[in-house]
């Protein structure tokens, strides 16, 4: 079977191949998995570069999440359950970019024949992301602020509709004018433009002000770091939270230890994986039971801007990292898809 590997940590279209492998086996308490289509996500081409959180034993082949069907269980009662049908795979360990699979019958969740193959391919990483932040762990009020940067990613735009179904207003920030174009169009009444590499800082925080107005800033996310994190930290109110998910600027925080001090604001770090860790089998089922209501009312959707076979994993690669592309770039393992 072909699944698409890399023996070493670097860029990804020099690094990934597509190698003929021996099909996987399933073990007990595991299920062999067809898989039909993953996403190209940002942590996917982290963890080629070396950069997760965690470094996988090489070669490996990358994948966090993906849609597929169950041929065979290793056994086990869960396992013999979820034959035949199509789940949601999310693989921490072999990664998802291959024909078949073989992972943990834990890491598989049925998913509702209502969503399409591009919605169950992408039902997990972004709209759990966006979902958690937002509802179970700043449990944003109605009529209060938010304020994201990265707003034009996926994660972002989702973040703009769950205020808008749930009645808390939005401050996005991006980096590019275009990226402000977008939102607007899906319905962002409040963006701000900002590139730390060359705006001044004053400016964005003058900018945040000016929009709040008397408002106190109690709620941020931020998957940037870097000089744009530290910046929102001179504008949050009074014990208010800032969640730190991602570091797309690679680089420290750097901020007066008294920015915290002064208003007993607080930093926080996300990782989904760990997240699921700690949430229950009810919880988890009923995570999946709201997310597949909110994907289905379009609060939760995901745009597809592309779709590659496997064999051009450079292309889709260089696709998912263009500047100015709108949507998730999806890899497709099997031919009729």
């Given at each position: 079977?072909?699944?698409?590997?890399?023996?070493?940590?670097?860029?990804?279209?020099?690094?990934?191949?597509?190698?003929?492998?021996?099909?996987?086996?399933?073990?007990?308490?595991?299920?062999?998995?067809?898989?039909?289509?993953s996403?190209?996500?940002?942590?996917?081409?982290?963890?080629?570069?070396?950069g997760?959180?965690?470094?996988?034993?090489?070669?490996?082949?990358?994948?966090?999440?993906?849609?597929?069907?169950?041929?065979?269980?290793?056994?086990?009662?869960?396992?013999a359950?979820?034959?035949?049908?199509?789940?949601?795979?999310?693989?921490?360990?072999?990664g998802?970019?291959a024909?078949?699979?073989?992972?943990?019958?834990q890491?598989?969740?049925?998913?509702?024949?209502?969503?399409?193959?591009?919605?169950?391919?992408?039902f997990?990483?972004?709209?759990?992301?966006?979902?958690?932040?937002?509802?179970?762990?700043?449990?944003?009020?109605?009529?209060?602020?938010?304020?994201q940067?990265?707003a034009?990613s996926?994660v972002?735009?989702?973040?703009?509709?769950?205020?808008?179904?749930?009645?808390?207003?939005?401050?996005?920030?991006?980096?590019?004018?275009?990226?402000?174009?977008?939102?607007?169009q899906?319905?962002?009444?409040?963006?701000?433009?900002?590139?730390?590499?060359?705006?001044?800082?004053?400016?964005l925080?003058?900018?945040?002000?000016?929009?709040?107005?008397?408002?106190?800033?109690?709620?941020?996310?931020?998957?940037?770091?870097?000089?744009?994190?530290?910046?929102?930290?001179?504008?949050?109110?009074?014990?208010a939270?800032?969640?730190?998910?991602?570091?797309?600027?690679?680089?420290?925080?750097?901020f007066?230890?008294?920015?915290?001090?002064?208003?007993?604001?607080?930093?926080?770090?996300?990782?989904?994986a760990?997240?699921?860790?700690?949430?229950?089998?009810?919880?988890?089922?009923?995570?999946?039971?709201?997310?597949?209501?909110?994907?289905?009312?379009?609060?939760?959707?995901?745009?597809?801007?592309?779709?590659?076979?496997?064999?051009?994993?450079?292309?889709?690669?260089?696709?998912?990292?263009?500047?100015?592309?709108?949507?998730?770039?999806?890899?497709?393992?099997?031919?009729?898809?």
């Open positions: 079977m072909r699944a698409i590997r890399f023996e070493q940590f670097g860029e990804p279209t020099d690094v990934l191949k597509v190698c003929e492998v021996e099909e996987p086996v399933a073990k007990v308490g595991e299920v062999l998995v067809r898989m039909q289509a996403p190209v996500n940002p942590s996917d081409l982290l963890n080629i570069r070396g997760y959180s965690t470094r996988p034993e090489l070669p490996a082949t990358p994948g966090f999440e993906g849609v597929g069907v169950v041929e065979t269980s290793g056994g086990g009662l869960r396992g359950l979820l034959k035949g049908k199509r789940v949601i795979v999310l693989n921490r360990n072999t998802n970019w024909e078949k699979v073989a992972v943990s019958s890491f598989v969740i049925p998913v509702s024949s209502k969503l399409s193959l591009e919605e169950s391919a992408t997990f990483v972004n709209p759990a992301t966006a979902y958690i932040l937002v509802k179970q762990l700043l449990r944003v009020p109605k009529n209060q602020w938010l304020l940067t990265a034009a996926a972002g735009k989702m973040v703009i509709r769950l205020g808008d179904y749930y009645g808390f207003k939005t401050l996005n920030i991006v980096r590019r004018h275009d990226q402000a174009a977008q939102l607007r899906i319905g962002a009444k409040y963006v701000i433009v900002y590139n730390s590499a060359h705006d001044n800082e004053r400016i925080i003058d900018q945040i002000r000016k929009t709040l107005g008397h408002a106190s800033l109690q709620f941020a996310i931020d998957p940037i770091g870097g000089q744009t994190a530290s910046s929102i930290v001179k504008v949050l109110g009074e014990r939270k800032l969640i730190l998910y991602g570091s797309l600027e690679n680089a420290p925080l750097d007066l230890s008294r920015e915290l001090i002064r208003n007993g604001a607080s930093i926080e770090g996300f990782w989904l760990r997240q699921m860790e700690a949430f229950s089998l009810p919880e988890k089922i009923k995570l999946v039971m709201t997310l597949t209501r909110l994907i289905r009312k379009g609060v939760l959707s995901t745009e597809i801007a592309a779709r590659f076979p496997m064999e051009q994993i450079a292309q889709a690669v260089i696709e998912a990292e263009r500047a100015g592309k709108s949507g998730k770039v999806l890899l497709t393992m099997q031919q009729e898809f």
